[in-house]
Protein backbone atom coordinates (compact mmCIF):
# COMPACT_ATOMS: atom_id res chain seq x y z
CA UNK A 1 0.00 0.00 0.00
CA UNK A 2 2.85 2.28 0.79
CA UNK A 3 4.75 1.54 -2.47
CA UNK A 4 0.92 2.23 -4.66
CA UNK A 5 0.62 5.58 -2.32
CA UNK A 6 3.94 6.63 -3.64
CA UNK A 7 3.55 5.82 -7.21
CA UNK A 8 0.07 7.38 -6.89
CA UNK A 9 1.81 10.75 -5.63
CA UNK A 10 4.66 10.79 -8.56
CA UNK A 11 1.82 10.18 -11.11
CA UNK A 12 -0.34 13.10 -9.61
CA UNK A 13 2.93 15.80 -9.95
CA UNK A 14 2.17 18.06 -13.26
CA UNK A 15 4.46 17.00 -16.36
CA UNK A 16 7.12 19.52 -17.45
CA UNK A 17 5.55 22.53 -18.56
CA UNK A 18 6.31 22.73 -22.97
CA UNK A 19 8.56 24.98 -24.40
CA UNK A 20 6.47 27.51 -25.69
CA UNK A 21 8.72 29.68 -28.35
CA UNK A 22 6.68 32.49 -29.48
CA UNK A 23 5.89 32.99 -25.40
CA UNK A 24 9.63 33.10 -25.12
CA UNK A 25 10.38 35.33 -28.07
CA UNK A 26 7.63 37.72 -27.02
CA UNK A 27 9.02 37.82 -23.30
CA UNK A 28 12.51 38.68 -24.90
CA UNK A 29 11.26 41.32 -27.08
CA UNK A 30 9.46 42.99 -24.11
CA UNK A 31 12.26 43.00 -21.95
CA UNK A 32 14.31 44.94 -24.75
CA UNK A 33 11.44 47.83 -25.47
CA UNK A 34 11.05 48.28 -21.14
CA UNK A 35 14.93 48.32 -21.04
CA UNK A 36 15.82 50.00 -24.01
CA UNK A 37 15.95 53.27 -22.51
CA UNK A 38 17.88 52.89 -19.24
CA UNK A 39 20.38 50.68 -21.00
CA UNK A 40 20.92 53.31 -23.34
CA UNK A 41 20.84 56.71 -21.50
CA UNK A 42 24.51 57.93 -20.42
CA UNK A 43 26.11 54.78 -21.76
CA UNK A 44 29.20 53.98 -23.62
CA UNK A 45 28.94 51.55 -26.88
CA UNK A 46 30.57 48.35 -24.95
CA UNK A 47 28.76 49.47 -22.06
CA UNK A 48 24.96 49.31 -23.53
CA UNK A 49 26.22 46.13 -25.91
CA UNK A 50 27.38 44.41 -22.15
CA UNK A 51 23.67 45.74 -21.00
CA UNK A 52 21.78 43.99 -23.94
CA UNK A 53 23.46 40.84 -23.33
CA UNK A 54 23.02 40.60 -19.63
CA UNK A 55 19.54 41.43 -20.10
CA UNK A 56 19.15 38.65 -23.05
CA UNK A 57 20.77 36.00 -20.32
CA UNK A 58 18.76 37.14 -17.67
CA UNK A 59 14.87 37.37 -19.36
CA UNK A 60 15.11 33.19 -19.88
CA UNK A 61 16.63 30.66 -18.49
CA UNK A 62 17.12 28.76 -21.82
CA UNK A 63 20.41 31.43 -23.23
CA UNK A 64 23.11 30.35 -21.32
CA UNK A 65 25.77 32.60 -22.92
CA UNK A 66 26.04 35.85 -25.33
CA UNK A 67 29.16 37.45 -26.56
CA UNK A 68 30.49 40.14 -28.75
CA UNK A 69 33.82 40.41 -30.73
CA UNK A 70 34.48 43.42 -33.39
CA UNK A 71 37.50 44.26 -34.77
CA UNK A 72 39.85 43.73 -38.45
CA UNK A 73 37.79 41.89 -40.68
CA UNK A 74 41.47 40.17 -41.56
CA UNK A 75 41.93 38.90 -37.47
CA UNK A 76 43.82 35.58 -37.31
CA UNK A 77 42.40 35.15 -33.90
CA UNK A 78 39.18 36.11 -32.15
CA UNK A 79 38.66 35.96 -28.10
CA UNK A 80 34.80 37.23 -26.78
CA UNK A 81 35.15 40.44 -26.06
CA UNK A 82 31.65 41.34 -24.14
CA UNK A 83 29.68 38.76 -22.93
CA UNK A 84 27.41 37.75 -19.94
CA UNK A 85 25.83 34.75 -18.75
CA UNK A 86 26.04 31.10 -16.49
CA UNK A 87 28.56 30.19 -18.83
CA UNK A 88 30.60 32.99 -18.93
CA UNK A 89 34.00 30.52 -17.90
CA UNK A 90 33.19 28.80 -21.25
CA UNK A 91 33.41 32.32 -23.33
CA UNK A 92 36.63 33.20 -20.92
CA UNK A 93 38.17 30.00 -22.14
CA UNK A 94 37.77 30.73 -25.73
CA UNK A 95 40.03 31.14 -28.33
CA UNK A 96 39.80 30.59 -31.81
CA UNK A 97 42.79 30.85 -34.34
CA UNK A 98 42.40 31.55 -38.39
CA UNK A 99 43.32 28.24 -39.93
CA UNK A 100 42.60 25.65 -42.23
CA UNK A 101 39.54 24.00 -40.43
CA UNK A 102 38.02 27.01 -38.38
CA UNK A 103 38.29 29.35 -41.55
CA UNK A 104 35.14 27.26 -43.07
CA UNK A 105 33.85 27.11 -39.48
CA UNK A 106 30.98 29.34 -37.87
CA UNK A 107 33.31 32.21 -36.30
CA UNK A 108 35.24 32.76 -39.00
CA UNK A 109 32.72 32.24 -41.80
CA UNK A 110 30.03 34.73 -40.11
CA UNK A 111 33.21 37.24 -39.80
CA UNK A 112 33.66 36.61 -43.86
CA UNK A 113 30.25 37.83 -44.20
CA UNK A 114 27.64 34.22 -44.70
CA UNK A 115 24.41 35.07 -43.28
CA UNK A 116 23.42 33.95 -39.39
CA UNK A 117 23.60 30.28 -38.84
CA UNK A 118 22.00 28.12 -36.25
CA UNK A 119 23.35 25.05 -35.33
CA UNK A 120 23.23 22.43 -32.79
CA UNK A 121 26.59 21.83 -31.03
CA UNK A 122 26.53 17.58 -31.50
CA UNK A 123 25.57 18.06 -35.17
CA UNK A 124 27.97 20.25 -36.29
CA UNK A 125 31.53 18.67 -37.45
CA UNK A 126 33.10 21.70 -37.49
CA UNK A 127 32.75 22.44 -33.90
CA UNK A 128 34.24 18.81 -32.94
CA UNK A 129 37.22 20.92 -31.28
CA UNK A 130 34.70 22.59 -28.31
CA UNK A 131 32.09 20.48 -28.74
CA UNK A 132 32.84 18.18 -24.97
CA UNK A 133 33.61 21.73 -23.55
CA UNK A 134 29.85 23.42 -24.54
CA UNK A 135 27.67 20.55 -23.93
CA UNK A 136 29.66 21.12 -20.41
CA UNK A 137 28.19 24.03 -19.65
CA UNK A 138 24.71 22.76 -20.96
CA UNK A 139 25.17 24.15 -24.36
CA UNK A 140 22.97 22.69 -27.34
CA UNK A 141 22.19 25.30 -29.77
CA UNK A 142 24.17 28.10 -30.78
CA UNK A 143 23.27 31.30 -32.77
CA UNK A 144 25.95 33.47 -34.36
CA UNK A 145 25.21 36.53 -36.53
CA UNK A 146 27.31 38.94 -38.23
CA UNK A 147 28.32 42.30 -36.94
CA UNK A 148 28.48 44.50 -40.35
CA UNK A 149 30.15 48.21 -39.94
CA UNK A 150 30.79 51.06 -42.00
CA UNK A 151 34.26 51.59 -40.09
CA UNK A 152 36.80 50.57 -42.84
CA UNK A 153 37.91 47.34 -42.61
CA UNK A 154 35.99 46.30 -39.21
CA UNK A 155 33.21 43.52 -38.33
CA UNK A 156 32.22 41.01 -35.75
CA UNK A 157 29.94 38.70 -34.92
CA UNK A 158 26.94 38.30 -31.94
CA UNK A 159 27.24 34.70 -30.77
CA UNK A 160 24.27 32.80 -28.71
CA UNK A 161 24.28 29.65 -26.54
CA UNK A 162 20.80 27.96 -25.54
CA UNK A 163 20.49 24.48 -23.95
CA UNK A 164 17.95 23.38 -26.10
CA UNK A 165 18.13 21.79 -29.45
CA UNK A 166 16.79 24.05 -31.92
CA UNK A 167 15.98 27.05 -29.76
CA UNK A 168 16.97 29.77 -32.01
CA UNK A 169 15.44 27.68 -35.16
CA UNK A 170 12.44 27.88 -32.87
CA UNK A 171 12.40 31.59 -31.84
CA UNK A 172 13.68 32.54 -35.58
CA UNK A 173 17.02 34.73 -36.51
CA UNK A 174 14.95 37.98 -36.78
CA UNK A 175 14.77 39.19 -33.36
CA UNK A 176 18.58 38.70 -32.70
CA UNK A 177 19.36 39.94 -36.17
CA UNK A 178 17.71 43.42 -35.06
CA UNK A 179 20.59 43.51 -31.87
CA UNK A 180 23.14 42.57 -34.33
CA UNK A 181 22.29 45.46 -36.67
CA UNK A 182 22.33 47.64 -33.21
CA UNK A 183 25.62 46.05 -32.06
CA UNK A 184 27.41 47.18 -35.35
CA UNK A 185 26.52 51.18 -35.34
CA UNK A 186 27.29 51.25 -31.89
CA UNK A 187 30.86 49.92 -32.45
CA UNK A 188 31.25 51.70 -35.62
CA UNK A 189 31.17 54.91 -33.69
CA UNK A 190 33.09 53.44 -30.70
CA UNK A 191 35.69 52.50 -33.19
CA UNK A 192 35.02 55.65 -34.90
CA UNK A 193 35.92 57.73 -31.97
CA UNK A 194 38.58 55.85 -30.92
CA UNK A 195 40.32 56.40 -34.24
CA UNK A 196 39.45 60.38 -33.52
CA UNK A 197 41.36 60.12 -30.54
CA UNK A 198 44.38 58.57 -31.59
CA UNK A 199 44.75 61.11 -34.84
CA UNK A 200 44.55 63.97 -32.11
CA UNK A 201 47.60 62.19 -30.42
CA UNK A 202 49.65 60.49 -32.96
CA UNK A 203 51.75 62.26 -35.64
CA UNK A 204 49.96 61.41 -39.48
CA UNK A 205 53.61 60.87 -40.78
CA UNK A 206 55.67 58.97 -38.59
CA UNK A 207 52.65 57.14 -36.55
CA UNK A 208 54.58 58.48 -33.54
CA UNK A 209 52.83 60.24 -30.64
CA UNK A 210 52.48 63.91 -31.12
CA UNK A 211 53.00 67.26 -28.60
CA UNK A 212 48.80 66.75 -27.73
CA UNK A 213 50.08 63.66 -25.76
CA UNK A 214 52.83 65.12 -23.23
CA UNK A 215 49.86 66.21 -20.77
CA UNK A 216 49.44 62.46 -20.77
CA UNK A 217 52.94 61.20 -20.52
CA UNK A 218 53.34 63.96 -17.90
CA UNK A 219 50.53 63.34 -15.73
CA UNK A 220 51.45 59.51 -15.51
CA UNK A 221 55.79 60.19 -14.45
CA UNK A 222 54.74 62.92 -12.10
CA UNK A 223 52.23 60.75 -10.08
CA UNK A 224 54.68 57.87 -10.21
CA UNK A 225 58.11 60.14 -9.58
CA UNK A 226 57.93 59.89 -5.53
CA UNK A 227 57.67 55.54 -5.79
CA UNK A 228 59.31 54.33 -8.50
CA UNK A 229 63.19 55.19 -9.93
CA UNK A 230 64.06 57.80 -11.95
CA UNK A 231 62.80 59.11 -15.31
CA UNK A 232 64.92 60.50 -17.93
CA UNK A 233 63.98 62.36 -21.28
CA UNK A 234 65.94 62.36 -24.09
CA UNK A 235 65.69 65.55 -26.91
CA UNK A 236 66.75 64.50 -30.81
CA UNK A 237 67.16 66.94 -33.82
CA UNK A 238 68.48 65.57 -36.82
CA UNK A 239 71.45 67.32 -37.93
CA UNK A 240 70.97 69.10 -41.18
CA UNK A 241 68.46 68.33 -41.94
CA UNK A 242 66.68 71.20 -43.79
CA UNK A 243 69.32 70.54 -46.49
CA UNK A 244 68.01 67.34 -47.09
CA UNK A 245 64.30 68.92 -47.94
CA UNK A 246 65.99 71.87 -49.81
CA UNK A 247 68.60 69.21 -51.77
CA UNK A 248 66.50 66.21 -51.93
CA UNK A 249 62.94 67.16 -51.83
CA UNK A 250 60.21 67.13 -49.11
CA UNK A 251 59.16 63.36 -49.92
CA UNK A 252 62.53 62.05 -49.89
CA UNK A 253 62.46 64.21 -46.48
CA UNK A 254 59.30 62.55 -45.21
CA UNK A 255 60.85 59.26 -45.95
CA UNK A 256 64.00 59.81 -43.92
CA UNK A 257 61.73 60.96 -41.05
CA UNK A 258 59.71 57.60 -41.12
CA UNK A 259 62.88 55.45 -41.16
CA UNK A 260 64.42 57.27 -38.22
CA UNK A 261 60.97 56.78 -36.11
CA UNK A 262 61.20 53.06 -36.98
CA UNK A 263 64.71 53.16 -35.90
CA UNK A 264 63.44 54.94 -32.37
CA UNK A 265 60.19 52.56 -32.11
CA UNK A 266 62.49 49.43 -32.46
CA UNK A 267 65.58 50.51 -29.81
CA UNK A 268 63.19 50.98 -27.32
CA UNK A 269 61.32 49.24 -24.80
CA UNK A 270 57.64 48.72 -24.15
CA UNK A 271 56.22 51.52 -22.00
CA UNK A 272 59.21 54.48 -23.24
CA UNK A 273 57.28 56.83 -25.27
CA UNK A 274 58.31 58.92 -28.49
CA UNK A 275 56.63 62.44 -29.32
CA UNK A 276 57.40 63.72 -32.77
CA UNK A 277 58.39 67.39 -31.17
CA UNK A 278 58.12 69.03 -34.61
CA UNK A 279 59.88 69.17 -37.63
CA UNK A 280 62.75 66.87 -37.33
CA UNK A 281 62.91 66.73 -33.59
CA UNK A 282 61.69 64.40 -31.46
CA UNK A 283 61.38 63.61 -27.57
CA UNK A 284 61.59 60.43 -25.78
CA UNK A 285 60.37 59.66 -22.69
CA UNK A 286 62.44 56.83 -20.35
CA UNK A 287 60.33 56.28 -17.36
CA UNK A 288 62.08 54.24 -14.24
CA UNK A 289 65.01 55.36 -16.13
CA UNK A 290 68.21 56.60 -14.23
CA UNK A 291 70.40 59.28 -16.14
CA UNK A 292 73.40 56.63 -16.51
CA UNK A 293 71.12 54.09 -18.06
CA UNK A 294 69.52 57.00 -20.32
CA UNK A 295 73.05 57.72 -21.88
CA UNK A 296 73.22 54.34 -22.61
CA UNK A 297 69.91 54.60 -24.46
CA UNK A 298 71.02 57.94 -26.18
CA UNK A 299 74.05 56.33 -27.63
CA UNK A 300 72.24 53.09 -28.94
CA UNK A 301 69.57 55.53 -30.82
CA UNK A 302 72.55 57.67 -31.72
CA UNK A 303 74.24 54.79 -34.06
CA UNK A 304 70.74 53.64 -35.08
CA UNK A 305 69.96 57.14 -36.96
CA UNK A 306 73.53 56.44 -38.04
CA UNK A 307 72.40 53.41 -40.03
CA UNK A 308 69.70 55.78 -41.89
CA UNK A 309 71.57 56.03 -45.16
CA UNK A 310 68.67 57.15 -47.68
CA UNK A 311 68.58 59.54 -49.29
CA UNK A 312 72.16 60.34 -47.41
CA UNK A 313 73.34 59.47 -44.32
CA UNK A 314 71.72 61.00 -40.99
CA UNK A 315 73.23 62.12 -37.84
CA UNK A 316 71.41 63.14 -34.80
CA UNK A 317 72.13 65.34 -31.42
CA UNK A 318 70.82 64.29 -28.59
CA UNK A 319 70.29 66.33 -25.42
CA UNK A 320 70.00 63.84 -21.82
CA UNK A 321 68.61 64.91 -18.58
CA UNK A 322 66.88 63.12 -15.70
CA UNK A 323 63.23 64.25 -14.47
CA UNK A 324 63.44 64.99 -10.64
CA UNK A 325 60.66 63.67 -8.45
CA UNK A 326 57.84 66.25 -8.41
CA UNK A 327 59.13 67.94 -11.67
CA UNK A 328 56.73 67.97 -14.52
CA UNK A 329 57.89 67.72 -18.12
CA UNK A 330 58.18 71.32 -19.11
CA UNK A 331 60.92 71.62 -17.02
CA UNK A 332 62.77 68.45 -17.75
CA UNK A 333 62.43 69.32 -21.39
CA UNK A 334 63.99 73.15 -20.69
CA UNK A 335 67.18 71.30 -19.38
CA UNK A 336 67.13 68.62 -22.11
CA UNK A 337 66.92 70.85 -24.68
CA UNK A 338 70.08 73.18 -23.46
CA UNK A 339 71.90 69.57 -23.34
CA UNK A 340 70.79 69.68 -26.94
CA UNK A 341 72.05 73.10 -27.71
CA UNK A 342 75.39 72.03 -26.23
CA UNK A 343 75.35 68.79 -28.40
CA UNK A 344 74.48 70.38 -31.59
CA UNK A 345 77.29 74.05 -30.63
CA UNK A 346 79.99 70.66 -30.09
CA UNK A 347 80.31 69.86 -33.59
CA UNK A 348 77.00 67.22 -33.54
CA UNK A 349 76.07 63.98 -33.83
CA UNK A 350 76.87 63.49 -29.98
CA UNK A 351 74.96 63.01 -26.79
CA UNK A 352 74.88 65.65 -24.09
CA UNK A 353 73.60 65.85 -20.61
CA UNK A 354 72.50 68.40 -18.00
CA UNK A 355 72.65 67.49 -14.51
Not at 41 to 48: M, Y
Not at 77 to 104: C, D, K, M, W
Not at 164 to 181: K, N, T, W
Request: proline content about 5%; charged content about 25%.
Amino acid sequence: MLFNTRRSQRQAQPPPEAFDAQREKSAIAEMLLKSSAKLILGRGELEIIRGICQAIVEVTPHIRLAWTWFGPSDTQSIRPQVFAGPAVAYAEALHIERNLLTQIGPAFSTLDGKPAQAFTVSQYSLYGPWREAAREHGIRHVLALPIRSTFNGYSGMFVLYADRDGYFDDLGVGLFSGLAELFGSLMTVAAERVELERAAYHDALTGLLNRHALDLIDRRLYRTSLFEPASSILMLDLDHFKSINDRFGHDAGDAALQAVARVLRDALRRGDEIIRWGGEEFLVCLPQTPLADALKVAEKLRRGVEGVTEPEPLSVSIGACEVLAMQHLAQAIARADQALFDAKSQGRNQVRVVQ
